[in-house]
């Protein structure tokens, strides 16, 4: 739930048990609700009378979900979020530009940290829904049992760090990580990489036009800044399988990867910029 709860208040939505929008009551832990009013004007939802019990979490998540639907519908009336799909690249191109050089001005992990961390704050609650929403699709177009097994890595890998990368902001660790950023090199190219990789359409009989959103692979890129160059971890979780039986390792304090090498000719892949070390095909 953590992490849902992150992604509202980044959203600039607030929520907090007992206030504003979604009001809870009965003993800590468990409540009965019934939804009576959806406003929509205000986004407010009011509850009145008893349902059969549900748990705090799912009471949350359930409520969340008529929220986020007037926030949606609230945000194509006013054109916001919604506006982006239309892949305007030359305001979306300056922009991304914009958002690579400011990546690539930090010097150190702290100072990287905070400019990924404003940098993911400008998605509002309707982006952050249609990359999980591209996220799922894709995983759903995966062969069954390979699909199951590597949900949860995928779902980790954005969404997980993505709690993380919040959590280190408020904490104020950013501050207290004084290092430098570790191989300036490859972090100089992955950042000259980053604008024209997110106009990379891997997918070009994609219909849903929000899926198709260079700003929506600009935060997978984000992400990625995160996970490889602040925290100095493997863009792909460890653990993470992947075809052929192989997976993600982590041996001591180093990370290996069979696949590590394996993508120079994708120029837009991660793989190329990843921490984690080329497993020899022996160790397999």
């Known amino acids: 739930m953590k992490p849902l709860r ?5 959203g600039g939505i607030r929520h907090r048990w007992g206030e504003g929008s979604i009001r809870f009551a009965g003993i800590p832990g468990r409540s009965r609700y019934l939804p009576s009013t959806l406003d929509p004007d205000t986004s407010r939802t009011i509850f ?16 969340v979900s008529a929220e986020i639907f007037l926030l949606q519908m609230r945000d194509i009336r006013e054109g916001g979020t919604a506006g982006t799909a239309r892949n305007d690249t030359s305001d979306t191109g300056t922009a991304i530009r914009d958002t690579a050089a400011r990546l690539q001005s930090a010097q150190t992990r702290g100072e990287l940290g905070s400019i990924v ?11 952050l829904q249609i ?21 949860p890595y995928f779902r980790e890998q954005l969404f997980g760090k993505h709690h993380i990368l919040i959590t280190m902001e408020r904490s104020g660790a950013f501050g207290r990580m ?6 300036r090199e490859t972090f100089e190219k992955f950042c000259t990489m980053l604008p024209e990789g997110c106009f990379v359409w891997e997918d070009t009989g994609e219909r849903n036009p929000y899926f198709q959103n260079p700003k929506n692979r600009l935060f997978y890129y984000l992400i990625a800044t995160f996970t490889m160059f602040v925290l100095e971890e493997p863009g792909h979780p460890v653990g993470m399988p ?8 982590q041996r001591g304090r180093e990370y290996y990867c069979l696949i590590r090498d394996k993508e120079k000719d994708v120029f837009w892949s991660i793989c190329n910029f990843c921490p984690a070390l080329q497993t020899k095909d022996a160790e397999k």
């Not at 992150?6 to 980044?10: F, G, I, N, P, T």
């Not at 961390?117 to 982006?127: T, V």
């Open 117 to 127: 961390a404003q940098e993911i704050c400008a998605y509002s609650l309707f982006d």
């Open 6 to 10: 992150d992604a509202l208040r980044c």
């Open 178 to 183: 004084s290092d430098p950023i570790r191989d």
């Open 48 to 63: 009145a009378g008893n349902v059969p019990t549900m748990d705090r979490d799912n009471a949350y998540l359930f409520f």
């Open 242 to 249: 992947f075809p052929g039986g192989f997976t993600v390792e």
């Open 131 to 151: 990359i999980g929403g591209r996220l799922n699709s894709d995983i759903e177009k995966l062969p069954s049992p390979y699909r199951e097994a590597i949900r």
